[in-house]
C-alpha cells in the first residue's frame, strides 16, 4: 500500500493521514488561538479521542474547552448555546470535531459568534452572505470523524429551523475551515452500519454533484474519482472497521463529495432532507435509500454520462443500467433498507413533504426539473420500492 498521507491546499489547507491528529495544537496555534472553543456532540465528548485531544491542546499550551451540547440534525439553540459559551469562555477560535452535525454546529457557532443578525438571515439566498460580518468570524480548524458529510471542506452548515421543521443552509464563503485534519484512525471505531450510511452520504453528493447539468468540468473530474473510491473502499470498509486503507480512501472520498458539490446537488437530497427534519431519519441513509429512485427518475438526462460513469468504474455492463444494478447490490451489500417506509415514511408524510422538497436549495440542481406534484410522486415510488424502468 501506497502511504496515504499527504498535504493538500485545495479546497483548504489539509493535513491528511493516519495519525495526523496530533497536528492539532500546531494547526490551532498557526491561526493564532490560544483559548479554543472544541464543538462536538455529547456521544463523542464522551470518548477518549476528545479527552485526548483536548489533553494534547492543554499540553501545548492552550485553554481548550468543550462545547457539546450538540444535537443530530442540529437546530438553532445549539448554535446559541455555543456562542453562549464562546463568548463566556472568552475563546478565540474554533476546533469543529465529528461528523456533519458537530462539524456544521461548530462551523455555524464561528461564524455566528460575530454577528449581531439571526442565523435565519444568513441562509443560502440570493446574496444573503453579504450581510455577514467577516471580520468578526472565528478561525476553525476542521476534524471529521465519520467519512460522508465531507462538512470539513465545505462553505454551510445545514442546521434544521423548528419553527417550519426545515433544514436550512447557511453560507458563507469563508465558512470554509481554515485548516482541516483529515485523520482516517479517528473513524476506525465507527460502527458498520454509521460507516455505510455515511459512505452513501459521500457517494450521494458525488453522483448527485456528477449528474448537475451545469458546466463544472473541475468538479466533474473530482466526482468521478470520488465515485471511484466509494466503489472499491466502501463495502471493505463496511466489512472490516479495521482496514486503515478503505478507511483512508473513504475519507478523501467525502472530502471529494463536498469538494464537487459546489456544482450542484439534486432531488436525493431535496427529498432527504425533510425526512430528517420532520422524523429525523439519519440523513446518509436517508439518501442511500432514496438513490436509486431519483437515479431512475433522472434516467431520461443521463444516459450518455452514466455511459462514462460504468466506464471509469469498470462495470460489467457500461450503461445506465449498469450504474443502476452497482448501486442496488452495494446498498444491499451493506445493508441499507430498500424503502423509506422502512425509515418510517409513511404515504401522509409523502404529500405534506412534496412541497418541502420541492422548496429546498438543491432542487435547482437535479439534471430535470421536478414538479411538487413529481415530489410526491418520487416519494410514493420510494416508500411503496417503485424503480421507474425503461
Ligand atoms: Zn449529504
Redo the contacts with the bound molecule.
Sequence with gaps: MASLRGNWNYPTAVRFGPGRIAELPDACKSLNMKRPLLVTDAALAKLPMIDNAVAACKAAGLECEVFSDVQANPVESNVTNGVNAYRSGSHDGVIAFGGGSALDTGKAVALMVGQTRPIWDFEDREDWFTRVNVSGMAPTVAVPTTSG?GSEVGRASVITDVRDHTKKIIFHPKMLPSIVIADPELTLGLPAKVTAAVGM?AL??NLEAYCSPSYHPLAEGIALEGMRLVHDYLATAVRDGSDIEARSQMMAASLMGATAFQKGLGAM?SL?HPCSANLNTH??LT?AVVMPYVLSWNRPALTAKMQRLAAYLNLPQQSFNGVLDWILELRNTIGVPDTLSELGVTSEHAQAFAQQAFDDPSTGGNPIPVTVADFAQLYRNCIEGKLNTV
Design positions: 458529510t452520504d450521494s453528493h437530497h432527504s440523513h446518509g439518501n
